[in-house]
């Protein structure tokens, strides 16, 4: 299910509402730029 957000909600209570429902959200970023990898971006949610 799919719920939008009011764009007055604060980051706490989107926390809130993510705890709520039982949500897990895991995010990787990585940015090298001697290493030249650029731009890494990984990203799991479970419901």
Same mark, same amino acid.
């Given at each position: 299910a799919v719920e939008k957000t009011? &764009? &007055? &909600? &604060?980051?706490?209570?989107?926390v809130d509402r993510i705890l709520d429902k039982g949500v897990v959200v895991d995010l990787w970023v990585r940015v090298s730029l001697v290493g030249i990898e650029l731009l890494a971006l990984e990203a799991r949610v479970v419901i």
């Open positions: 009011n &764009s &007055s &909600s &604060s980051l706490g209570e989107v």
